[in-house]
Structure formats: structure tokens, C-alpha cells
Nanobody
């Protein structure tokens, strides 16, 4: 029913940029908050950025000033624009939709920052 599909991950050099997309189907995402999380191997999943239904944004200190979360309600899609990427940004990035009861998660997209 409700499905989130992340895309845009890949291999980038340190200092590079990447834009992740999260396409939502099965429900109108516009009335829900959305967020990006990431998880590196052997580490817990950490919150990266969030955006409310009114487009208020918040960021983890580790990405503040480098990442921008946005949403396009007409396309039912959220984005994470990443600049000045660092090796420590390497992780699987997951999109979350704050649905009632359980929320919804995508399958993740791999971001690897390496020279």
C-alpha cells in the first residue's frame, strides 16, 4: 500500500555532492512529516534531517550547513541535497514518512564517500 522508494545514492568523492530522492506512493505525503536517517555498518541508525508538513526543517549537527532536506508535494517526493560530503557520511540512507501508528520506511539507498 504505502511505499517509499529512495534513489540517488552512489559513489562520490570527498567534497562532492549528491541528491537523494524519496518517492512516496499509496498515500498523500503532504500531510505528514518526513525525515532522512542513515546507518553505517555496525552502527545504530541515526537521524539526519526532518521536514514537517509545513516545510519546517531540522538537521543533525553533523550535517547542518551541508545538507538540505526539501519536499515537493505535487510530486509526493522528498529530497536530501548533500554537499561537501565526507567519508563519515558513508551509510545507507533511509527515508521515513511519519504515518500514524507505525510510520513507513523505504528500502534505503547506499551513499559511499571515498577517494
Amino acid at each position: 500500500q504505502v511505499q517509499l522508494v529512495e534513489s540517488g545514492g552512489g559513489l562520490v568523492q570527498p567534497g562532492g555532492s549528491l541528491r537523494l530522492s524519496c518517492a512516496v506512493s499509496g498515500t498523500a505525503a503532504s500531510i505528514y512529516g518526513m525525515a532522512w536517517y542513515r546507518q553505517a555498518p555496525g552502527k545504530q541508525r541515526e537521524w539526519v534531517a526532518s521536514i514537517t508538513s509545513t516545510s519546517t526543517t531540522n538537521y543533525a549537527d553533523s550535517v547542518k550547513g551541508r545538507f538540505t532536506i526539501s519536499r515537493d508535494n505535487a510530486k509526493n517526493t522528498a529530497y536530501l541535497q548533500m554537499h561537501s560530503l565526507k567519508p563519515e557520511d558513508t551509510a545507507v540512507y533511509y527515508c521515513n514518512l511519519a504515518l500514524p501508528f507505525r510510520g513507513a520506511w523505504g528500502q534505503g539507498t547506499q551513499v559511499t564517500v571515498s577517494s
